[in-house]
């Protein structure tokens, strides 16, 4: 069983940054994809980032390059989400989600993808 904790959500004002934290139990971050997607209310669940199981392929909406940087820290099985430059737009529930069949060198953009989801975290963007 997989399990994803997400933390470090909340309301900062436009230009402003915040780090997600998305904690993964069951698996190892090397045996899962790993993407971060977003919804605003009303909208459809879109991916912001996604990376591959190496960590060496990565995938940025277009909304966020330049802004949003995926990393993480495999001794704390951890994966992190730096959101700069924020902006209005970017006001969503994120959620980090897992892909346990994924390939090695492979991401992946679809929520269909994906198998294990966290609880969501609200990010608030005010101008």
């Known amino acids: 069983q997989v399990q994803l904790v997400e933390s470090g959500g909340g309301m900062v004002q436009a230009g402003g940054s915040l780090r997600l934290s998305c904690a993964v139990s069951?698996?190892?971050?090397?045996?899962?994809?790993m993407g971060w997607f977003r919804q605003a209310p009303g909208k459809e669940r879109d991916v912001v980032v996604a990376?591959?199981?190496?960590?060496?392929?990565?995938f940025h909406a277009d909304s966020v390059k330049g802004r949003f940087t995926i990393s993480r820290d495999n001794a704390k099985n951890t994966m992190y989400l730096q959101m700069n430059s924020l902006k209005p737009e970017d006001t969503a529930v994120y959620f980090c989600?897992?892909?346990?069949?994924?390939?090695?060198?492979?991401?992946?953009?679809?929520?269909?993808?994906?198998?294990?989801w966290g609880q969501g975290t609200q990010v608030t963007i005010s101008s």
């Open positions: 989600a897992a892909n346990t069949r994924a390939a090695y060198y492979y991401y992946y953009t679809s929520p269909e993808d994906y198998d294990y």
């Open positions: 990376t591959s199981r190496s960590g060496g392929n990565t």
């Open positions: 069951g698996r190892t971050l090397s045996s899962v994809a």
